[in-house]
C-alpha cells in the first residue's frame, strides 16, 4: 500500500532534471530521499542490527532466518508459478512442506539438505518476467532501491504478507521488527562492503540494483551485457 | 645401460621444458585450489581473525592477484575512455583501481570465510579461451550468493577480468562511476578521486573491528 502513495508523490512531485542517466530521471528526489534513509539506517537501523547481532547467537540468528523465509517460500513459489516455472514452484512448496513439519515450523532448513535450493522470486520479477519494463529508478522512503515496477511488485509483496495479518497488533508490529532487524543484520557485511567499494555510493547502488533486479528476472541467466542506457527492460521473449 | 638412462632423463628433461609451463591448470580447478588455500590461511591466522585488515590484504595480495588482470579490468570498466588516456594515466589508473579492488575483496572474502562454498562444475569447451566460473556461498536460510568469476585464457595462464557477486558484475558497476567522473573533471580527476578514495580507506583500516 504504502509503496503505491510513495510512487504517485514521486512521479506527481518532480520533473526530469537535465543530463542525467536515462534510468534515473528523477535523481534529485531520488538523492534527497536517499539522503533521509542513510540518516535512519546510520542512527537506528545499522545500531539495532548491531546490538543484536551481539547479542543472539549466530546459531539463534539462523533459525530466525529459517523461520521468516519459510513463510517466504510460499510466495516465492506462487510467484514462480505465476511465471510458468512450475518445478520451481513446486520445489518451493515441498521446502515448505518438510521446514514447517520436520523443520519444526520453519526454524530448521532441513528441504536444503534434502536438495531443495532456496529461490528469490517477488511480485516485481514477476511482472518483470510478464515483459513489463523497470521504468524510472526510485528510492523509496525507508524501503531503498527500487523502480517504477518493483514499487508496485513491492506493494503486493507488503499486500500479500502474513505477517501483516498476525494478531494482536503488539505482535504483528514485532514480528516485524525482528525480522527487519534480522534482514539488516544479514546485510551488515555487504552495506559495509558497498561504503567501501563506493566512489559514489548513491550511483554504485543504483547500479547494482539495476544489474541484479535484470539477472534475478532471468534466474542469473540475463542476456549478454547491452548498452548502459537500454539495460533492465523487461523480460523479452 | 647408462646410455638409455641418459637418454630417458634427456626425454624427460625435453618435455618438461617443451610443455608450456607445469600442464596448465584448468580456470575452475584454479579458482578452487585458490579460494579453498585463502580461505584455510584465514581460519589460521589468529591476527585476521582478529581483524588485521592489513594482514589480510597481505594475504590475498601474495595469492590472489596474480590471477587477475587488472589492465583488463580497467579498460572495461573505463569502457571509450580508456582509449583517450596516455599510457601513464592507464598505469595510475590501473594501480589505484587495484589497490581499491583488493580492499572489496578482503572484505568480502572476510565476511564469507566461514560459509560453505559450492564450486559448481565448468560448462566450457576444452578449446574455449573465455570462460565463467562459477562459485556458490551457501547461508543457512538463504540463497546462494552467487560468485562468478570471468575469466581469459592468456600465455602466463588463465587470468580473471571480472568478478559478479550476486549477480552483479564489478566492472560493469563501476562502469558508469568512471565515465561520470570523466565527464565532470576528466581523466585526472578521476585518477585524483580513486586515490584520495584509497588514502581514506587506509586511514582508516587499523580502527574497523
Known amino acids: 500500500m504504502r ?17 542525467g542517466d536515462p534510468r534515473d530521471p528523477f535523481e534529485g528526489v531520488n538523492r534527497r530521499v536517499y539522503r533521509f534513509n542513510d540518516v535512519v539506517d546510520v542512527h537506528v537501523a545499522q545500531p539495532v542490527a548491531r546490538g543484536y547481532k551481539r547479542v543472539v547467537p549466530g546459531e539463534i540468528r539462523d533459525r530466525v532466518r529459517n523461520f521468516f523465509g519459510n513463510i517466504g517460500d510460499v510466495f516465492i513459489g506462487a510467484n514462480n508459478i505465476l511465471q510458468g516455472k512450475f518445478a520451481d514452484g513446486a520445489g518451493d512448496w515441498a521446502r515448505v512442506l518438510w521446514n514447517t513439519s520436520f523443520g519444526l515450523f520453519g526454524i530448521h532448513d532441513v528441504a536444503s539438505e534434502m536438495g531443495y ?19 524510472p529508478y526510485l528510492i523509496l522512503p525507508l524501503l531503498g532501491s527500487s523502480t517504477m515496477r518493483d514499487g508496485l511488485g513491492k506493494g503486493v509483496d507488503l499486500y500479500t ?23 539488516r543484520a544479514d546485510l551488515l557485511d555487504a552495506s559495509r562492503i558497498l561504503e567501501e567499494a563506493a566512489l559514489d555510493k548513491y550511483v554504485f547502488q543504483r547500479d547494482a540494483y539495476l544489474q541484479r533486479r535484470r539477472s534475478l528476472i532471468y534466474d542469473g541467466q540475463p542476456p549478454r551485457e547491452r548498452p548502459a542506457e537500454e539495460a533492465d527492460d523487461g523480460k523479452t521473449r | 645401460m647408462t646410455a638409455r638412462l641418459a637418454s630417458a632423463l634427456l626425454f624427460v628433461f625435453a618435455a618438461a621444458w617443451g ?16 579460494t579453498l588455500e585463502v580461505v584455510d590461511l584465514i581460519s589460521k591466522d589468529k591476527e585476521i581473525k582478529a581483524g588485521n585488515r592489513a594482514r589480510l590484504i597481505e594475504l590475498i595480495d601474495a595469492k590472489v592477484l596474480p590471477h587477475f588482470n587488472f589492465a583488463s579490468m580497467s579498460a572495461l570498466a573505463m569502457g571509450q575512455s580508456w582509449n583517450k588516456a596516455n599510457p601513464e594515466q592507464k598505469k595510475r589508473i590501473t594501480e589505484e583501481f587495484r589497490t581499491l579492488l583488493v580492499r572489496t575483496y578482503a572484505s568480502a572474502l572476510a565476511a564469507y570465510s566461514e560459509q560453505k562454498f559450492d564450486f559448481r562444475p565448468l560448462r566450457a569447451k576444452p578449446a574455449d579461451t573465455d570462460v565463467t566460473v562459477q562459485v556458490r556461498v551457501l547461508q543457512p536460510g538463504a540463497q546462494p550468493v552467487p560468485i562468478d568469476y570471468s575469466m581469459e585464457k592468456t600465455a602466463a595462464g588463465w587470468k580473471v577480468y571480472d568478478v559478479m557477486v550476486g549477480w552483479v558484475s564489478l566492472v560493469a558497476n563501476y562502469r558508469t562511476e568512471f565515465n561520470n567522473l570523466v565527464r565532470e573533471a576528466g581523466i585526472d580527476g578521476l585518477i585524483k578521486n580513486l586515490s584520495d578514495k584509497n588514502r581514506a580507506l587506509e586511514a582508516r583500516a587499523p580502527a574497523r573491528r
Open chain 1, 3 to 19: 509503496g503505491w502513495v510513495v510512487i504517485a508523490a514521486l512521479v506527481a512531485g518532480c520533473a526530469s532534471t537535465g543530463e
Open chain 1, 117 to 135: 535450493e532456496k529461490h528469490d522470486e517477488d511480485f516485481g520479477q514477476t511482472f518483470g518476467w510478464w515483459g513489463a519494463k523497470s521504468g
Open chain 1, 161 to 183: 504478507d502474513p505477517l501483516t495479518e498476525v494478531r494482536p497488533y503488539h505482535l504483528e508490529y514485532g514480528l516485524i521488527g525482528l525480522r527487519l532487524t534480522q534482514t
Open chain 2, 19 to 34: 610443455a608450456p609451463a607445469p600442464a596448465q591448470e584448468g580456470p575452475d580447478v584454479l579458482v578452487k585450489r585458490v
